[in-house]
Structure formats: C-alpha cells, structure tokens
C-alpha cells in the first residue's frame, strides 16, 4: 500500500517564477492538506482540498493556489516567488468530509523548494 | 489567533534519563497531536489526542492532554539513541470564521547521548 507521495523531490526556481507542486494521497483517503516548512520551524497550514473544493485556508496569500482531481490527487502552485518561499512544501492526507484531524494525518516525503 | 509553544526548543539527555516536553496553547482545542521528524524527513504521526484527560502510551514515549489548562506533555522514559529526532505539537483550530486548521509548535529537537 503506497503512502503519500509527493513530487518532484527537490526544485529550485529563481524569483518571479511560478512553481507547481504534486501530491498523490494514500491509498483510502480523499483529503489533502498542504504545509510549508520554513527550516527550523514548525510546518504551516496553507490549505486543504476536499471534493475538487478548497475547504478551508490558513494565512497565506492569493499567490497560493491549489487543484484537486477526480483521483483526490492535488496540485499546489505558487506565482511569483520570493526568496522566502524556500521551504519544505508537505503534503498530508486523511480520510472524510471537511478537516478529518480527528484522525492521523498521513504525510509525505515533502519537496524541497529553493528560491534564488 | 491560536498560539502554540513548545518547550524546551532543544533538549539534551543522557540514555536511561527521563524528561517531559511541554505545548501550551493558547485558546480552547479539543484536540493534540505529536508528530516526530528525523532530520530531511518528513512527519511521522506518534499521538492523537482527543478528549481532555486523554493520556496514550508507545514504548518510551507517553502523551497526555489538560485541555482545561491548554497543557499537552510528551513524556520520554528511559530515553535511548533511537529517540533523538524533533517532535512537534500540533493543535487542532477553528478560527472565528468558522475555518478549521492544525496549528504546529515549533518543535524541540531532541538529542540522547550514550
């Protein structure tokens, strides 16, 4: 049984330029949240899709958007980056209907993103 | 806006030696959860803790949740090599809104020495 993937691994892009990120959740599940990862800190909620629908949205600007397919895989792009867009980009998924946080949260491998 | 603080952010400990970590929150949740991560990895789920009293156990490691003082602990007993990773409170969040997040400490890294 797969776990959560995400792709590419790693990427590195210079600023101004957009960015699209890919995750494909585990097996069973039809949510997906995505986090940021600044290093040395915790991760930080950007959205969660349920449904093809963005459900609900933490402090992040328009320049984040995101995609969820027929398939419950999800895309998450970033326009116009900027140096402090470099982080761990994490992909979490769960199963159910709005914020499943009632139970565990799967994550994946995460993409490295460096913005220079 | 929900506050998470985690306490100590680095830890140190000698194998066989017992510590707590400490989250405290700010405003009212229901719900914690504790993640590990090891260093270039991702996050690996420990605890899910939902009601307030809950206490859970694996190994080495126990966690518990006083939601009435916004307390969650993560109790490492006896503590060996295998341990030394960051861990990361998690709090679930529902703002006035009505959206729902997780809301992450900082972390603490931890280090067991031989």
């Known amino acids: 049984d797969a776990g959560v993937t995400q792709s590419p691994t790693h990427l590195i892009k210079t600023r101004g330029q957009q960015v699209t990120l890919r995750c494909s959740p585990k097996?069973?599940?039809?949510?997906v949240s995505w986090y940021q990862q600044a290093l040395g800190q915790g991760p930080q909620f950007i959205f969660q899709?349920?449904?093809?629908?963005e459900r609900q949205r933490g402090n992040f600007p328009d320049r984040f958007s995101g995609h969820q397919f027929p398939n419950y895989s999800s895309e998450l792009n970033v326009n116009a980056l900027l140096l402090g867009d470099s982080a761990l980009y994490l992909c979490?998924?769960?199963w159910g209907p709005g914020l499943s946080f009632t139970d565990t949260q799967y994550f994946g491998p995460g993409t490295r993103l460096t913005v220079l | 806006e929900l506050k998470v603080e985690q306490n100590p952010l680095f830890l140190s400990m000698q194998e066989g030696k017992n510590y707590t970590i400490y989250c405290n929150y700010s405003?009212?949740?229901?719900?914690l959860y504790w993640y590990r991560q090891d260093p270039g990895k991702s996050l690996e789920s420990l605890f899910v803790?939902?009601?307030?009293?809950a206490v859970k156990q694996e190994g080495r490691l126990m966690a518990s949740l006083d939601t009435k003082a916004r307390l969650s602990t993560l109790h490492i007993t006896a503590a060996v090599h295998d341990l030394s990773a960051t861990y990361f409170c998690a709090v679930d969040y529902i703002t006035q809104g009505g959206s729902e997040k997780l809301v992450f400490g900082k972390g603490t890294k931890l280090t067991v020495n031989p």
């Open positions: 405003t009212t949740s229901d719900r």
């Open positions: 097996s069973g599940h039809d949510t």
């Open positions: 899709y349920y449904e093809e629908e």
């Open positions: 979490a998924s769960s």
């Open positions: 803790l939902l009601s307030n009293g």
